[in-house]
């Protein structure tokens, strides 16, 4: 099972508009991040995480056209406005993509993009929306889902399984509840949102993140969800053994 960060930016992605690069070098590459995204894929399932802004982009740098399902963490844009690009995945499918959500993710969703869903004009719909579940399967990959405190919503956090192999994934979260500690213990892979140094009231900061690495010992950690704060270098050299910071097209293998 493999892992590939599409996306390891912050909301505004980095730099942002104004070449603002903040702390971060804009002479590496590997800080010029997107809006957050994921794909996770066996030989013979490939399962989108949510759908950017930068959905195309992130899609043709990894050459990929189709997916067997979307999973949805939350509906804030920078995790959902690329939903239209969903649209050339219908034609390479031939069908709509199965998109999933908690319902009121799922709700918001199908209100805002009615369109998508439900088609029209002549339009066929291009996605199906399906409610997830505290457990199901896509493929041959096992989901088990988690309900996170992100300010005052949910996001969604995601254990996925595949021939004893658990990759774990948090983005956008304020808290790490005893439910999350449960489900990312151990995994052999934990991608986790570490948008900076500086404490924030809804996502975590670079200090707690390497706290909890030490307390659920996952085999390897990708960091995300970066602000330009957070240089690539810079992070690469102070990250303990086992933690690195992600970056746009990183893939790991669990």
Known sequence: MKVRILGSGTSSGVPRIGND??????????NRRTRPSMLI?????RILIDTSPDMREQLLAADVATVDAVVWTHDHADHTH?????RQVF?????????????DTLQRLTSRFGYAFSGGHGYRPTIEGCLLADRLTIGD???SVVDQPHGNITSTG???EHGGKRIAYATDFSELTPAMRALYDGADIWVVDALRRRP?????HLAQVVKWVAELR???????HLDNSMDYATLAKELPDGVQPGYDGLELTA
């Open 200 to 204: 924030h009231p809804t996502h975590p």
């Open 218 to 224: 996952p085999g390897k950690t990708a960091l995300m």
């Open 91 to 103: 034609h390479a499918r031939g069908a709509p993509v199965p998109g999933y959500a908690r319902p």
């Open 41 to 45: 894929s066996t030989d013979t399932t």
């Open 158 to 160: 995601l254990l996925l």
């Open 21 to 30: 690069w903040g702390d971060c070098d804009p002479h590496e590459p590997k």
């Open 141 to 143: 990959i096992a989901i």
């Open 82 to 86: 690329g939903i239209d690009d969903l």
